[in-house]
């Protein structure tokens, strides 16, 4: 993926020998896995008046070496992210930018003996990922959050917490591959084939390691995005093929939330499929999707009626029966 998240951390160092001592050195087995809650400077040494090396941004990973009253050792993952790609630690991955060696103060460093870290983690990713969801998010918000949300698994790996944490983290990602991608002028290509697809390494591995969870599933919802059209361009094919994908969703996985949300995805396009069947002249065709609509509907009411999605079916419907387009202009 083109699009990279998250700059290089800028560096404050007294030479370029300092530059070499400080990332040429390889982090050792035997330190503790950690993460840090906060934007946190790595300096030289154990002293704020120090040179400072760079800065670690919450939720990357880094090994503690050495502890010093209230002062860290430790190398620190860099500050180089990409959302195409697994986001591999990079202890052990000769491929990525060595890790910075520095000293911190231990204010917000989490490791697997704190008490509660893994609460603490996912409170504070859950927060991130609110605040990237404001008209005017703050910068790295949704990216702190999904370390965050990884560092529960990786630090706490039998807490509660896991499967919903692997799953937050893996949409986050999901959403900023879909924003990269519908920046691409192959986002308008009808065929889902000629679309850049998004990589649903994470989402599979949830549902391999938690299969038939909510988490799961949802998963599994997003994972449609792959399979639709980019722009249905009249082509009753799209949207009578991507009804088929939902109605197969909810029916697989009727107890997921997305399930009434499915279906109504799925009754919009088969109502749309109707309306560019009229347009092309065959009303045979217009009624019998409009039947396959109608249907969709009333398993919603049925399954669903609690949703405001069966309300929104409902909605579809009404408009059918009225002859109001579903798909183009409703205006006479």
Not at 73 to 92: H, I, K, M, S
Not at 134 to 161: G, I, T
Request: with cysteine; glycine share 4%.
């Amino acid at each position: 993926m083109r699009l990279i998240f998250s700059k290089l951390s800028a560096f404050l160092l007294l030479s370029a020998s300092v530059v070499l001592a400080q990332t040429a050195a390889h982090p050792p087995s035997n330190g503790t896995k950690a993460t840090v809650i906060r934007v946190a400077n790595l300096y030289i040494q154990a002293d704020k008046s120090s040179s400072k090396v760079g800065t670690i941004t919450p939720g990357r990973e880094m090994v503690i070496v050495e502890r010093s009253g209230d002062w860290l050792r430790v190398f620190a993952n860099t500050d180089v992210e990409t959302v195409n790609q697994q986001d591999a630690p990079v202890f052990g991955n000769e491929t990525n930018i060595p890790p910075l060696s520095g000293w911190m103060l231990s204010k917000g460093a989490i490791d697997p003996d704190t008490p509660h870290g893994a609460d603490i983690l996912f409170g504070l990713a859950a927060n991130a990922e609110a605040a990237a969801s404001n008209p005017n998010p703050p910068p790295r918000a949704a990216q702190d959050a999904r370390r965050l949300y990884r560092m529960v698994v990786e630090l706490f790996p039998h807490s509660a917490w896991v499967p919903q944490a692997m799953w937050r983290a893996a949409d986050i990602r999901w959403q900023l591959q879909k924003l990269d991608a519908q920046s691409l002028p192959s986002a308008h290509e009808k065929e889902s084939y000629l679309r850049e697809q998004l990589d649903d390494s994470e989402m599979r591995t949830i549902q391999r390691n938690f299969p038939h969870t909510r988490w799961a599933a949802l998963a599994a919802y997003d994972q449609i995005d792959n399979k639709l059209c980019g722009e249905w361009q009249g082509d009753e094919k799209c949207p009578e093929k991507e009804a088929d994908v939902y109605a197969r969703y909810a029916a697989e996985f009727p107890d997921s939330p997305r399930a009434p949300e499915a279906l109504y995805h799925a009754e919009l396009r088969w109502a749309s499929a109707a309306d560019m069947w009229i347009s092309d002249h065959n009303p045979k065709r217009a009624e019998e999707d409009r039947a396959r609509a109608k249907a969709l509907a009333q398993t919603c009411e049925t399954k669903y009626g609690d949703s405001d999605y069966s309300a929104r079916c409902a909605g579809l419907i009404y408009k059918m029966e009225q002859g109001i387009p579903v798909y183009g202009s409703d205006r006479e």
